[in-house]
T-cell receptor
């Protein structure tokens, strides 16, 4: 079964609001990554958090990781219309080499 | 100066045909991947090559055969295409020694009729 499940499946907010997406996984991981996919395009890497880290920031992005709950969250602050995209979490498994297993994705729509 | 490129971008073909998708990366990465994304946007890894050696081979029909002539190229050949092969295929690359952030190509939308 799939490693990552994301919640919510879809999220619609107004520009300027914060957007929070959650990702849950099932097995031990080495790292967790978040990617963005604009419609009709390839995925773009946003941020990587290692299993021994709890929080990481990159610009308007904040990622948390709770390995005891096997979950992660991605917070986008002060959202913009250009943030409209699908967001995927991907887990690198312990002992899994370079394999990433992607979640189901959250479709974010930021309205003006 | 495209990092990961794929050709073609769109591919429409009939059942039973054989087709190839090409991928090239100019990032100097040592590892390349093929993913399949279905109509529900579920992304699943198919293959991975590290320095031209196959290191990940998921449960994929034998009709799919990857080929890596060198570190910068990873092609995907598909024999006897079926309706269920319709999807978007993404190539990606990474440099394992610098973590496993993957860089994706723009995708190839394959439609089998």
């Amino acid at each position: 079964s799939q490693q990552g499940e994301e919640d919510p499946q879809a999220l619609s907010i107004q520009e300027g609001e914060n957007a929070t997406m959650n990702c849950s996984y099932k097995t031990s991981i080495n790292n967790l990554q978040w990617y963005r996919q604009n419609s009709g395009r390839g995925l773009v890497h946003l941020i990587l958090i290692r299993s021994n880290e709890r929080e990481k920031h990159s610009g308007r992005l904040r990622v948390t990781l709770d390995t005891s709950k096997k979950s992660s969250s991605l917070l986008i602050t002060a959202s913009r219309a250009a943030d409209t995209a699908s967001y995927f979490c991907a887990t690198g498994l312990t002992g899994g080499g370079n394999k990433l297993t992607f979640g189901t994705g959250t479709q974010l729509k930021v309205e003006l | 100066d495209t990092a990961v490129s794929q050709t073609p971008k769109y591919l429409v073909t009939q059942m039973g045909n054989d087709k190839s998708i090409k991928c090239e990366q100019n990032l100097g990465h040592d590892t390349m991947y093929w993913y399949k994304q279905d109509s529900k946007k579920f992304l699943k890894i198919m293959f991975s090559y590290n320095n031209k050696e196959l290191i990940i081979n998921e449960t994929v029909p034998n009709r799919f055969s990857p080929k890596s002539p060198d570190k910068a190229h990873l092609n995907l050949h598909i024999n006897s295409l079926e309706l269920g092969d319709s999807a978007v295929y993404f190539c990606a690359s990474s440099q394992l020694s610098r973590g496993n952030e993957q860089y994706f190509g723009p995708g190839t939308r394959l439609t089998v009729t």
